[in-house]
Nanobody, 125 residues
């Protein structure tokens, strides 16, 4: 099993920046891909960004490209999402996810075996 714990969410104003983190523990050796999803009130959960746990492959959703950057620190087993130029529509619960086995950075929820509890990000306009 892999445990994922997010941190760093909060309340910010439009245009501000925020970084959320995700600490992975447990059987982390088999992790191949990690990603962030988010769910806004009344909306479907959506893919935000993903990264291969080895190598350089990354993927960002069009809605956040140029504003958000996913990164990782393998030594610390930690995933990050740097969010710049935040907008009110970025308000959501942000979830950290992990996959073991697949090498493709998937954008669908069912690919991911492990989920964190989520961290709330609220952007006030």
């Amino acid at each position: 099993q892999v445990q994922l714990v997010e941190s760093g969410g909060g309340w910010v104003q439009a245009g501000d920046a925020l970084r959320v983190s995700c600490a992975a523990s447990g059987r982390t050796a088999g992790i191949t891909v990690m990603a962030w999803f988010r769910q806004a009130p009344g909306k479907e959960r959506e893919f935000v960004a993903g990264v291969r746990w080895s190598g350089i492959a990354k993927l960002h959703a069009d809605s956040v490209k140029g504003r958000f950057t996913i990164s990782r620190d393998n030594a610390k087993n930690t995933l990050y999402l740097q969010m710049d130029s935040l907008q009110a529509e970025d308000t959501a619960v942000y979830y950290c996810v992990a996959d073991q086995g697949r090498l493709m950075i998937g954008t669908v929820q069912w690919q991911y075996d492990f989920w964190g509890q989520g961290t709330q990000v609220t952007v006030s306009s």
